[in-house]
């Protein structure tokens, strides 16, 4: 390739390089229509209009309609955005190192904490009324299956090293999603009690669960001791307490591990 006077390789030429610079052109002009609506959103609330919008995008409405279809295609856009927002905080609290406990409540408190903050954005993507026709994907349902496959993911790789079927994974995790989510449906509307309250009671619920579960299968773990990530764990073997049966604790006194 040559190189002009400057240096510098020239410009692409041809259709195929004015095509590449219309498109990410493009692509950004509707990166910031879109964050023009979650500003929007937050000024005006879930039934803001186009009107409004436009206004705080500094543009026409026309012009708007330039980068989307129509309103369900600037809704999808957003929606993708407020899964962005929501991922960027659950994933690293999901994945973080820590005592048990505090690896639950990191994570339900990174999920109510970005509804907190964004309430109104929240309500725009559930409520779906904004869209001017049906659309094919649902933000607030694809949320909840990523956050779900992570967490299956997690918990799976924990069981399996501590030698206990990982087939409830899957299932726990979903059931968890759901309860969180619903939970927080609940207290975004009636705000009957802080945040902070709502994150320790569903951390203790969640906490219990889990640990149920795990004495059903012979083991008992500290939740205020780190278990270090998957990789640090080593290979574990249930040793049941003497005249324990397959509930632990209950019949004799708590199971314990040993290396």
Same mark, same amino acid.
């Given at each position: 390739?040559?190189?002009? +006077?400057?240096?510098?390789?020239?410009?692409?030429? %041809?259709?195929?390089?004015?095509?590449?610079?219309? $498109?990410?052109?493009?692509?950004?002009? +509707?990166?910031?229509?879109?964050?023009?609506?979650?500003?929007?959103?937050?000024?005006?609330? /879930?039934?803001? %209009?186009?009107?409004?919008?436009? @206004?705080?995008?500094?543009?026409?409405? /026309?012009? *708007?309609?330039?980068?989307?279809?129509?309103?369900?295609?600037?809704?999808?856009?957003?929606?993708?955005?407020?899964?962005? *927002?929501?991922?960027?905080?659950?994933? /690293?609290?999901?994945?973080?190192?820590?005592?048990?406990?505090?690896?639950?409540?990191?994570?339900?408190?990174?999920?109510?904490?970005?509804?907190?903050?964004?309430?109104?954005?929240?309500?725009?993507?559930?409520?779906?009324?904004?869209?001017?026709?049906?659309?094919?994907?649902?933000?607030?349902?694809?949320?909840?299956?990523?956050?779900?496959?992570?967490?299956?993911?997690?918990?799976?790789?924990?069981?399996?090293?501590?030698?206990?079927?990982?087939?409830? @994974?899957?299932?726990?995790?979903?059931?968890?999603? %759901?309860?969180?989510?619903?939970?927080?449906?609940?207290?975004?509307? +009636? +705000?009957?009690?802080? $945040?902070?309250?709502?994150?320790?009671?569903?951390?203790?619920?969640?906490?219990?669960?889990?640990?149920?579960?795990?004495?059903?299968?012979?083991?008992?773990?500290? /939740?205020?001791?780190?278990?270090?990530?998957?990789?640090?764990?080593?290979?574990?073997?249930?040793?049941?307490?003497? %005249?324990?049966?397959?509930?632990?604790?209950?019949?004799?006194?708590?199971?314990?591990?040993?290396?």
């Amino acid at each position: 390739m040559s190189v002009g +006077r400057s240096g510098r390789e020239p410009e692409p030429r %041809g259709p195929d390089g004015r095509r590449e610079r219309w $498109r990410a052109h493009r692509e950004a002009r +509707r990166a910031e229509f879109v964050e023009a609506t979650v500003r929007a959103v937050a000024r005006h609330g /879930p039934d803001v %209009g186009m009107d409004e919008i436009a @206004a705080e995008a500094g543009v026409s409405k /026309p012009v *708007l309609y330039r980068h989307f279809t129509d309103k369900a295609d600037l809704y999808v856009a957003v929606g993708r955005r407020a899964t962005e *927002l929501l991922m960027s905080r659950v994933v /690293p609290a999901l994945t973080g190192c820590g005592t048990p406990y505090e690896w639950i409540r990191r994570s339900v408190d990174a999920y109510l904490g970005t509804i907190d903050d964004y309430p109104d954005l929240y309500r725009f993507v559930v409520r779906r009324s904004f869209a001017d026709r049906p659309v094919s994907e649902d933000p607030v349902a694809e949320d909840k299956t990523m956050i779900a496959a992570q967490l299956a993911a997690l918990l799976g790789d924990h069981l399996r090293a501590f030698g206990v079927d990982s087939g409830g @994974a899957e299932p726990w995790a979903h059931a968890i999603v %759901g309860m969180v989510h619903s939970a927080g449906d609940w207290w975004l509307e +009636r +705000r009957s009690m802080s $945040r902070q309250s709502l994150t320790d009671y569903l951390t203790r619920l969640i906490w219990h669960a889990l640990d149920g579960a795990l004495r059903e299968s012979g083991i008992t773990i500290d /939740p205020h001791q780190p278990l270090g990530t998957v990789g640090e764990l080593r290979p574990v073997r249930v040793i049941p307490a003497r %005249g324990s049966g397959r509930g632990g604790d209950r019949a004799g006194g708590p199971h314990r591990l040993a290396e």
